[in-house]
């Protein structure tokens, strides 16, 4: 079973930035669809943005359009969220998030394979 490690998350102003990276273990990385997903204290893990297995078709939660964009690199088994004008609203531990298929899917009952999480904290 593919393995996903995230890093990237820290402390961050209002209006700052930061990139998101999550590395998956499996060789055949390219046929797995891939997510981010946030949980903020008390609050249900929710989606973020989602990539298709081969990155040319994305969906993004509208709380974040134009502000986060999600990519991948094959070669690399690797997943990004670059996130840009960051809003304390923003706070929460990201996940990374797998699945074996094509399309670019939202729901977390989606996605069998999760990471541990990275914490990002945007200071207002």
């Known amino acids: 079973q593919v393995e996903l490690v995230e890093s990237g998350g820290g402390l961050v102003q209002a209006g700052g930035s930061l990139r998101l990276s999550c590395v998956a273990s499996?060789?055949?990385?390219?046929?797995?669809?891939m997510g981010w997903f946030r949980q903020a204290p008390g609050k249900e893990r929710e989606f973020v943005a989602a990539i298709s297995s081969s990155g040319g078709s994305i969906r993004n939660t509208d709380s974040v359009k134009g502000r986060f964009t999600i990519s991948r690199d094959n070669a690399k088994n690797t997943v990004y969220l670059q996130m840009n004008s960051l809003k304390a609203e923003d706070t929460a531990v990201y996940y990374c998030?797998?699945?074996?298929?094509?399309?670019?899917?939202?729901?977390?009952?989606?996605?069998?394979?999760w990471g541990r999480g990275t914490q990002v904290t945007v200071s207002s």
């Open positions: 499996e060789r055949t990385f390219s046929n797995y669809v």
């Open positions: 998030a797998a699945r074996r298929g094509i399309t670019a899917l939202t729901s977390v009952a989606n996605y069998d394979t």
